[in-house]
C-alpha cells in the first residue's frame, strides 16, 4: 500500500521562487492555486508490501489519487495488480486487484517539518469464488495507522504503527496483529537523488498455532524487513527508484501465495532478498 505523502509545501515554494524572478521584469502575478488533488501511476518489476511480494515477483502497474483538504483531512484510493490469492480447488478464491482506501488527519501540530498523521486504511481485494479451502479468511483487511513525519535539514522520514482491527491478508486469528516501521530518506543535494532507508517489524497475532495447514507450534510467523535504496528526481513528477528489499519472514508459512494449496510455493519464499525497481508519475 502506498503511503501518502503531500507536496503542497514544496509546489508551492517552487511557485513563490518563479514568481519572484518573473516579477524582476513583468508585473507582479499570483502564483496559482495548488491543487487538493495529486493522482500517481507507477510501474516495478515487482511489488513488494511490509517486505513480502505481492506479484509472484512479477512486474506490477499501480495508480491512485489523494484529496487533502487545508484543514488537515483527507482521502484517497491506491490500486495494485496482484499474483498471491490463488486457490486451484473448484470455486477456489482468485483476486487480480489489491484495492486501498484511507483516509485521516495530517497536519504539522508540533512544528514545520514535523507532521503528525492519524488515519483508518482498509485493504480490498477484488475477489472471484468463496471457496479459501480451510488455509485462509476473507484477505480483505483494516487497519488503523498514527505517524509522526520529521525533517532535519536535509533528512526526512517518518515513523509509523499500524494496528489490525481485523484478521490481516487471510491469517486466521490475526486481529490484533500490528507493523511498526521507521523510514528515513536523506536528500544528497547531487543530480536529484535522495538515500532511502527503512526498517520494519510485522507482528502477526495469534501465534504459534497452526496456519494454512502449515503447523507453526513453537514457530513464530511474525518477521522484519528492510529497504535500503536510492531515488531520483527527474523533475515534472518523474521519480525512479532502485532498492534491496529483504525479510527473516519464515519460509514455511510466507511461501509465495502464504501458506498451504492456496496456490503453491513455486518460487519459495516470498520474502526473500530481491531488487525493486520503480518508475513514478505523479500529477
Given at each position: 500500500?502506498?503511503?501518502?505523502?503531500?507536496?503542497?509545501?514544496?509546489?508551492?515554494?517552487?511557485?513563490?521562487?518563479?514568481?519572484?524572478?518573473?516579477?524582476?521584469?513583468?508585473?507582479a502575478a499570483e502564483a496559482p492555486e495548488v491543487s487538493p488533488v495529486t493522482?500517481?501511476?507507477?510501474?516495478?518489476?515487482?511489488?513488494?508490501?511490509?517486505?513480502?511480494?505481492?506479484?509472484?515477483?512479477?512486474?506490477?502497474?499501480?495508480?491512485?489519487?489523494?484529496?487533502?483538504?487545508?484543514?488537515?483531512?483527507?482521502?484517497?484510493?491506491?490500486?495494485?495488480?496482484?499474483?498471491?490469492?490463488?486457490?486451484?480447488?473448484?470455486?477456489?478464491?482468485?483476486?487480480?486487484?489489491?484495492?486501498?482506501?484511507?483516509?485521516?488527519?495530517?497536519?504539522?501540530?508540533?512544528?514545520?517539518?514535523?507532521?503528525?498523521d492519524f488515519g483508518i486504511l482498509q485493504y480490498y481485494y477484488n475477489q472471484?469464488?468463496?471457496?479459501?479451502?480451510?488455509?485462509?479468511?476473507?484477505?480483505?483487511?483494516?487497519?488503523?495507522?498514527?505517524?509522526?513525519?520529521?525533517?532535519?535539514?536535509?533528512?526526512?522520514?517518518?515513523?509509523?504503527?499500524?494496528?489490525?482491527?481485523?484478521?490481516?491478508?487471510?491469517?486466521?486469528?490475526?486481529?490484533?496483529?500490528y507493523y511498526p516501521d521507521l523510514t528515513a530518506n536523506y536528500d544528497t543535494?547531487?543530480?536529484?537523488?535522495?538515500?532511502?532507508?527503512?526498517?520494519?517489524?510485522?507482528?502477526?497475532?495469534?501465534?504459534?498455532?497452526?496456519?494454512?495447514?502449515?503447523?507453526?507450534?513453537?514457530?513464530?510467523?511474525?518477521?522484519?524487513?528492510?529497504?535500503?535504496?536510492?531515488?531520483?528526481?527527474?523533475?515534472?513528477?518523474?521519480?525512479?527508484?532502485?532498492?534491496?528489499?529483504?525479510?527473516?519472514?519464515?519460509?514455511?508459512?510466507?511461501?509465495?501465495?502464504?501458506?498451504?494449496?492456496?496456490?503453491?510455493?513455486?518460487?519459495?519464499?516470498?520474502?526473500?532478498?530481491?531488487?525493486?525497481?520503480?518508475?513514478?508519475?505523479?500529477?
Amino acid at each position: 500500500m502506498k503511503t501518502i505523502q503531500k507536496t503542497a509545501i514544496a509546489l508551492a515554494a517552487s511557485g513563490l521562487f518563479a514568481t519572484a524572478a518573473f516579477a524582476q521584469t513583468a508585473p507582479a502575478a499570483e502564483a496559482p492555486e495548488v491543487s487538493p488533488v495529486t493522482a500517481n501511476v507507477t510501474v516495478t518489476n515487482d511489488y513488494r508490501y511490509r517486505g513480502i511480494t505481492q506479484s509472484n515477483y512479477q512486474p506490477a502497474i499501480q495508480g491512485g489519487f489523494d484529496y487533502a483538504h487545508e484543514s488537515g483531512l483527507y482521502i484517497g484510493n491506491w490500486n495494485s495488480s496482484i499474483n498471491w490469492i490463488s486457490n486451484t480447488t473448484a470455486g477456489g478464491v482468485r483476486a487480480p486487484l489489491e484495492m486501498d482506501f484511507y483516509g485521516g488527519f495530517k497536519k504539522e501540530l508540533i512544528g514545520e517539518g514535523f507532521a503528525s498523521d492519524f488515519g483508518i486504511l482498509q485493504y480490498y481485494y477484488n475477489q472471484t469464488g468463496k471457496n479459501y479451502n480451510g488455509n485462509m479468511v476473507n484477505p480483505n483487511t483494516t487497519e488503523l495507522y498514527a505517524a509522526q513525519n520529521f525533517t532535519f535539514g536535509p533528512v526526512s522520514g517518518f515513523v509509523k504503527l499500524n494496528y489490525a482491527l481485523t484478521n490481516i491478508f487471510g491469517i486466521p486469528s490475526s486481529t490484533g496483529s500490528y507493523y511498526p516501521d521507521l523510514t528515513a530518506n536523506y536528500d544528497t543535494g547531487v543530480w536529484g537523488i535522495t538515500l532511502n532507508g527503512h526498517i520494519g517489524y510485522q507482528y502477526v497475532a495469534g501465534q504459534p498455532g497452526s496456519q494454512g495447514g502449515i503447523s507453526n507450534t513453537n514457530k513464530n510467523i511474525s518477521y522484519t524487513d528492510f529497504k535500503l535504496g536510492a531515488t531520483k528526481d527527474f523533475g515534472g513528477g518523474l521519480s525512479l527508484s532502485a532498492a534491496y528489499v529483504s525479510t527473516n519472514a519464515n519460509p514455511s508459512w510466507w511461501s509465495t501465495y502464504t501458506g498451504g494449496t492456496n496456490g503453491g510455493t513455486a518460487n519459495g519464499s516470498a520474502g526473500r532478498p530481491g531488487a525493486v525497481v520503480a518508475l513514478t508519475k505523479t500529477f
